[in-house]
């Protein structure tokens, strides 16, 4: 879109274009604001799912909108923020790819101290060796400095300081993990079976190649079944599960078991697309992936992205099974709200955590326990021309058959499997095999 005097650039966020986003940038680029503020209260008067008086959002200012004046999923970007967010969200990062938090002492029967939660797909961490559910105990420089990491702001402080390129070794729980900082492009898509995994790279140009090596990490898996786990909707994740649902089925792998834990959603374009890679041979295939009410009473139904080349589509009879817990949300719960309403899969097939008391009291999240986060709403990002931005609630949005999941979820209540799970991650995968011996015994039966 070309550079207006105000444009409205609308990046989705477990959200999309509006229908009249063409009718829109016309409208705003006639249009004149004296401020930043000025042109926010407008667009929250105009586009938020609520209604909100502009003495409110004048009182508050514009960095005290989210969690006050708009719900938490809304808020105000700087140009700088907007900018890192943009990055992020194509799959630009920086550093080593890894979440982390501190874990204190009796939280948790696995240990204590810095515990790395998930490791990004194609970062430095990954292709380290490193994975989720390990304690990082120390780290080491090149010149053999030995760090004790004790906080998360031990952790942090140590990976910020070190420059791009200069390698440093992690020791953790599992082993020794040698690494550097550096630009990457992430990958949000893995697959693997009982001797083999398949992870996506990139190369310096930005290639996409699929990697293979053999793999005992999922010796469980039963013959004929693929894992698959997708970290989040955003970059080219729609691309790189075309490329692992082609290994798929040249394998002629015969059940699927896609594992949406802990994936907060994304573009509702990336959902689109994977709608149609899982839902294209299902016995009630919609070409609708899911429709929006906006606040004026409209709906817009968003088609499914039928630009996936058929030898990356999951074969008609092919079982599926789904894993989430309290941290699926939004675009990831909206998938599975699509793929529950083509038959792809029934209640029954999908299994969610069921978090020990521990885990529970350590993360708050008791009231979320045994279901998915339950976020039946979309946001749209809407920028000036100062590069600041609003992210903004726009609509409440409906599976294909009209649920709407918001401050409910998928979970036990609605007919989905409890999984035993003591903590959101943990290696080996203990959770994910206990939810293949419950799926593929039930199946057997």
């Known amino acids: 879109m070309k550079n207006l005097s105000l444009r409205a650039r609308l990046k989705m966020s477990a959200a999309a274009l509006f229908a009249f986003a063409a009718a829109l940038c016309v409208f705003l680029s006639s249009c004149g604001y004296a401020s930043t503020l000025d042109w926010a209260v407008d667009f929250i008067q105009r586009y938020y799912y609520l209604d909100v008086s502009e003495e409110a959002v004048r009182e508050a200012g514009l960095e005290n909108l989210s969690g006050n004046v708009l719900d938490i999923y809304s808020g105000y970007y700087t140009a700088e923020e907007s900018e890192a967010v943009d990055a992020s969200n194509a799959g630009r990062r920086s550093g080593i790819g890894v979440s982390y938090q501190f874990v204190p002492e009796g939280a948790f029967s696995g240990g204590s101290g810095v515990y790395i939660v998930s490791v990004l797909g194609n970062s430095p961490a990954w292709h380290a060796g490193l994975r989720g559910g390990t304690f990082v105990e120390e780290a080491v420089t090149s010149d053999g400095t030995v760090f004790k990491i004790e906080s998360n702001e031990d952790f942090s402080s140590f990976i ?43 190369s310096s140009s930005g290639g996409l190649t699929v990697a293979e090596r053999a793999s005992s990490d999922y010796s469980f898996l039963p013959e004929g079944a693929a894992y698959i786990s997708l970290s989040q909707f955003y970059g080219n994740a729609v691309e790189e599960t075309e490329e692992l649902m082609k290994v798929f089925n040249q394998n002629g792998f015969t059940s699927l078991i896609l594992d949406l834990r802990n994936n907060g959603g994304g573009y509702v374009d990336v959902m689109r697309g994977l709608t149609y890679i899982f839902t294209a041979n299902s016995p009630g295939y919609s070409s609708v992936a899911m429709y929006a009410e906006y606040k004026d009473g409209s709906r817009y139904n968003f088609a499914v992205d039928t630009g ?73 990002t809407f920028t000036y021309k100062t590069g600041e931005s609003l992210k903004l609630t726009v609509a409440r949005i409906f599976w294909p058959d009209g649920t709407c999941i918001h401050d409910v979820g998928i979970g036990v209540a609605q007919g989905a499997t409890a999984v035993g799970a003591e903590w959101s991650k943990t290696y080996p995968d203990a959770e994910l095999e206990r939810a293949v011996q419950l799926a593929y015994a039930s199946a057997a039966a």
């Open 308 to 380: 996936s080349p058929k030898e990356s589509l999951l074969p008609e009879g092919v079982e599926m099974t789904l894993l989430a817990n309290n941290g699926t949300a939004s675009a990831s719960e909206a998938l599975i709200g699509a793929l529950l309403s083509a038959g792809t899969v029934s209640f029954s097939d999908v299994f969610v955590s069921d978090f020990s008391q521990s885990y529970l009291n350590f993360s708050g999240t008791a009231q979320k326990n045994a279901r998915t986060y339950g976020k039946g709403i979309m946001q749209s």
């Open 160 to 202: 910020e300081d070190r420059a791009d390129g200069e390698n440093f070794t992690l020791v953790t729980d599992r082993g020794s993990y040698e690494m550097s900082r550096a630009q990457y492009t992430m990958s949000y898509c893995y697959m693997a079976t009982a001797q083999t995994e398949w992870s996506i790279d990139y």
